[in-house]
């Protein structure tokens, strides 16, 4: 969403005033600001995503390593015979 507003500025630099028209200041420069929404319930997803990615890449590594031991393990069961 896409507004115009009328800005004033402190000497920090921070909004000191914002208004809708010209009339209700004098020193203000017109700015056009572009609000954004935040969907919280989205970067939480994210999140719990990349935390089940790391988990799935972890278990896929034990997996080989497991799947390698009992490789080793039936090779030496076979040698006893």
């Not at 000191?16 to 004098?26: A, D, I």
């Not at 989205?42 to 935390?51: P, S």
């Amino acid at each position: 969403m896409l507004f115009k507003y009328f800005i004033e500025f402190d000497d920090l630099g921070e909004i000191k005033n914002f208004h809708k028209s010209k009339k209700e200041c004098k020193d203000c420069k017109e700015y056009l600001v572009k609000l954004i929404p935040i969907d919280r319930k989205r970067e939480k997803l994210e999140r719990e995503a990349n935390k089940f990615n790391k988990a799935a890449d972890k278990l896929l590594s034990d997996v080989k390593k497991f799947d390698t031991e009992l490789n080793k393990t039936i090779k030496n069961l076979r040698r006893i015979r």
